[in-house]
């Protein structure tokens, strides 16, 4: 009876499991065929064929998203860059076809600790100093004064968060001169 139960379990994780693997594996070969369609497009590509490239670029995009960025740019410029496409997407589809492993993964991953353990890199496992942070802040505020003129506003709407004073509900100057059609003079 138990062995029956068992059995019985074991088919049905096998039957739940196969369309799960045969998912990965679509995707991975779908990857991996939209990479070579890509790369024949390449291949065949004249010097400067515009709609080669734009063709090339649909083929990849489909089958791999944006996760190629550096290939999408060669196949961008104008004009295309095929040569380097070319050899980008011929090492994606060698690193697609050889993926690297190890014999002992325990030991691949004692090594790369002690590596990283090294003098070297301790700067990666110290927290940003307070120069660092503030430099990193003035960014920040930077890109949201940008974002703030230019678009991309997000739910603050024509001015960034840090430029209104939540404490007292008052706004401050750099609101008052953004306000479309009042003078900060007015404001008194």
Do not use: C
Request: glycine share 6%; charged share 25%.
């Amino acid at each position: 009876m138990i062995r029956n139960a068992a059995l019985a379990a074991v088919i049905a994780w096998v039957a739940l499991a196969a369309p799960l693997t045969a998912g990965a594996d679509t995707t991975a070969s779908a990857y991996r065929q939209a990479v070579s369609d890509t790369l024949d497009i390449v291949r065949q590509a004249a010097p400067g064929d515009v709609e080669a490239a734009k063709q090339a670029t649909t083929t990849l995009k489909t089958g791999t998203g944006i996760t190629q960025p550096e290939i999408l740019t060669d196949l961008a410029a104008r004009p295309p860059d095929f040569d380097d496409a070319r050899k980008r997407l011929q090492a994606l589809l060698d690193a697609i076809d050889h993926p690297a492993s190890t014999a002992d993964p325990a030991l691949a991953q004692a090594r790369l600790h002690e590596i990283l353990s090294m003098s070297r890199y301790d700067a990666l496992h110290r927290p940003p100093t307070p120069l660092e942070r503030f430099a990193q802040w003035v960014r920040d505020r930077i890109n949201d004064l940008l974002h703030a003129i230019f678009g991309n506003t997000g739910p603050a709407g024509s001015v960034p968060v840090w430029t209104r004073d939540r404490g007292s509900g008052r706004t401050t100057h750099a609101r008052r001169l953004l306000r479309p059609g009042r003078s900060p003079r007015r404001e008194g």
